[in-house]
T-cell receptor
Framework: GDSVTQMEGPVTLSEEAFLTINCTYTATGYPSLFWYVQYPGEGLQLLLKATKADDKGSNKGFEATYRKETTSFHLEKGSVQVSDSAVYFCALKRRNTGNQFYFGTGTSLTVIP | DGGITQSPKYLFRKEGQNVTLSCEQNLNHDAMYWYRQDPGQGLRLIYYSQIVNDFQKGDIAEGYSVSREKKESFPLTVTSAQKNPTAFYLC??????????????FGQGTRLTVV
């Protein structure tokens, strides 16, 4: 069945370091892919999305490219800030699955000054 | 402002009691979802609904019930049959299957604690 696998955390980085959070997926066809961010005690917010192969989603300095050949959607940011500390979730949505979303287990990021 | 409202933010329940979590959206979305989140874990789907008066079980539906009598509302009842109900509950909505690209919008969550 459909699934998303994320790199396990927690991840701790110094401010201005480069961030990569790996995400790979299993799904038939061409799913839409998403990255969500969750701050403590809050719901999830959409960070970025991509709907077809080679699309690049970007927002607030974060980027992710939909790679069909490697079934991946890795999240990257060139220079992280303390305010980026949060939990990041990768997700997919595929047609003909009852409109369901499939989420990864989340990766906790802490950025230290 | 359009969005999803969950209430209450914090809820305490005695063992053996049923409790209902509220979820309301004014985004005119067809699909709505309930997820459970435990510390250090991802999201697990409890129930989802694609249209009014219809809903399907997710991966962990045992001990929970829902209704979808109105498009805007998707309340979740945690029954006494749920063995370990203490968790953070998230409600979400989405436009529907078409367009496929439509993302899920989340409420702020309800933290349920059994005392």
């Amino acid at each position: 069945g459909d699934s998303v696998t994320q790199m396990e955390g927690p991840v701790t980085l110094s401010e201005e370091a480069f961030l990569t959070i790996n995400c790979t997926y299993t799904a038939t066809g061409y799913p839409s892919l998403f990255w969500y961010v969750q701050y403590p005690g809050e719901g999830l917010q959409l960070l970025l999305k991509a709907t077809k192969a080679d699309d690049k989603g970007s927002n607030k300095g974060f980027e992710a490219t939909y790679r069909k050949e490697t079934t991946s959607f890795h999240l990257e940011k060139g220079s992280v800030q303390v305010s980026d500390s949060a939990v990041y979730f990768c997700a997919l949505k595929r047609r003909n699955t009852g409109n369901q979303f499939y989420f990864g287990t989340g990766t906790s990021l802490t950025v230290i000054p | 402002d359009g969005g999803i409202t969950q209430s209450p933010k914090y809820l305490f329940r005695k063992e053996g009691q049923n409790v209902t979590l509220s979820c309301e959206q004014n985004l005119n979305h067809d699909a709505m979802y309930w997820y459970r989140q435990d510390p250090g874990q991802g999201l697990r789907l409890i129930y989802y609904s694609q249209i009014v008066n219809d809903f399907q079980k997710g991966d962990i539906a045992e001990g929970y019930s829902v209704s979808r009598e109105k498009k805007e509302s998707f309340p979740l009842t945690v029954t006494s049959a749920q063995k370990n109900p203490t968790a953070f509950y998230l409600c979400a909505s989405s436009i529907g299957q078409i367009p496929l690209v439509s993302e899920a919008f989340f409420g702020q969550g309800t933290r349920l604690t059994v005392v």
